[in-house]
């Protein structure tokens, strides 16, 4: 049985105060046994602040980005293993404003998803088309593709191991309100659980969480998470809210009450 997995990524927003303050609300409310993991993925330069106001509750904590090396003489850069040290598990990488606003190419991105690993950190991979992509029905193809030059050197070990999540955003529903439908987002769940499965077998593909992104908030959360293959949500603009977020996750106690 796969655990949701509900991820607030807090993007470029909230300075060191506001940060603080929306952790500790968070640990404040959210009911300590939830039917799904939950994570905040906050800006990098935060990570300490936000590390010190969750530590002791089930929270966990992700990165926005990573270094695809390291270590060594790339400025600016934040290796896995400085992440770990923060107490992160989960780095976000190919999300589509840094695939599309900042140009990261699947092979860099590659380079990154094998970096956080051997670290022993969970990679989400972040895959989606665009929006006049899947109005020439290109969705498959653009998505498996991400997923095939991605994931390539992946192994089933990894895997199951836990140290893969994937979350589908298409990119015509990240922060533009217009979220895909349950049936739009399940059918390209269950295709990107046919990719997983082809490559890594059918047990460790099943194993693996796919998670949906784009404008899902708590009014939209539990159909969405109600479906087969839907295994959490990536939220962006609704985790900066604490009602909207904490709402998000109680709507998976109700979605599939047996996970
Ligand atoms: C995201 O950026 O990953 C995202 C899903 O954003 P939003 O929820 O605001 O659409």
Request: charged share 20%; proline share 3%; hydrophobic share 45%.
């Amino acid at each position: 049985m796969r655990k949701f997995l509900i991820a607030g990524n807090w993007k470029m927003n909230l300075g060191r105060e506001e940060s603080l303050k929306l952790a500790r609300s968070l640990v404040h409310t959210l009911p300590p046994d939830t039917h799904a993991q939950v994570a905040v993925i906050p800006t990098l330069a935060h990570l300490d602040t936000v590390t010190d106001a969750i530590s002791g509750s089930p929270i966990a904590l992700g990165a926005q980005n990573v270094s695809s090396e390291k270590k060594g003489a790339f400025t600016g850069e934040v290796s896995a293993a400085m992440l770990k040290e923060f107490g992160v598990k989960f780095v976000l990488v190919g999300h589509s404003e840094r695939r599309h606003i900042l140009g990261e190419s699947d092979s860099f991105l590659n380079k990154k998803v094998h970096a956080v690993i051997n670290e022993g950190l969970a990679v989400i991979l972040c895959v989606g088309e665009l929006l006049e992509e899947r109005e020439k029905n290109k969705t498959n193809d653009v998505v498996g593709r991400q997923l095939e030059l991605g994931l390539a050197g992946v192994t089933a070990a990894a895997v199951e191991k836990g140290l893969l999540v994937v979350a589908y955003e298409p990119v015509w529903a990240i922060g533009t309100g217009r979220t895909a439908t349950k049936d739009q987002a399940q059918e390209v769940h269950a295709f990107i659980r046919q990719r997983l499965a082809a490559q890594f077998g059918a047990a460790s593909a099943a194993g693996v969480r796919i998670q949906y992104g784009g404008s899902a908030k708590k009014s939209n959360a539990q159909e969405l998470l109600a479906q087969p293959d839907i295994d959490g949500l990536l939220v962006g603009g609704a985790s900066l809210l604490a009602d909207e977020f904490v709402g998000i996750v109680q709507a998976a106690a109700a979605a599939k009450p047996g996970c």
